[in-house]
Nanobody, 125 residues
Framework: VQLQASGGGLAQAGGSLRLSCAAS????????VGWFRQAPGKEREFVAA????????HYLDSVKGRFTIARDNAKSTVYLQMNGLRPEDTAVYYC???????????????????WGQGTQVTVSS
């Protein structure tokens, strides 16, 4: 599956952005999809994920209540709605997918087989 991330940009603190992760080649409905981010000089970190079975969601503690991950299987797209943005949310955001990832590994970068190219999110104070 090929992934295309989009929707990044510049936002003010408290503002909103919606990221999209569109798939081609295969439908995303059979994949668990995660969003990760990487700030300059830092390691890539888990942000949110939505499982392929049942669509249960998981979040980094610092984004709970502000970010929402959702999927539209008809469009083979997963979204990350980001509200209440903070300067510390500034990073390159990546979407990733995997068909066989287990729950205990859902936050681990190395467990995802497919990655999009990343989209820059910059939040000004």
């Amino acid at each position: 599956v090929q992934l295309q991330a989009s929707g990044g940009g510049l936002a003010q603190a408290g503002g909103s952005l919606r990221l999209s992760c569109a798939a081609s080649g295969r439908t995303l409905s059979t994949y668990t999809v995660g969003w990760f981010r990487q700030a300059p000089g830092k390691e890539r970190e888990f942000v949110a994920a939505i499982r392929r079975n049942g669509g249960t969601t998981h979040y980094l503690d610092s984004v709970k209540g502000r970010f929402t991950i959702a999927r539209d299987n008809a469009k083979s797209t997963v979204y990350l709605q980001m509200n209440g943005l903070r300067p510390e949310d500034t990073a390159v955001y990546y979407c990733a997918a995997d068909r066989d990832i287990i729950l205990s590994s859902i936050r681990i970068v190395e467990q995802y087989d497919y990655w999009g190219q990343g989209t820059q999110v910059t939040v000004s104070s």
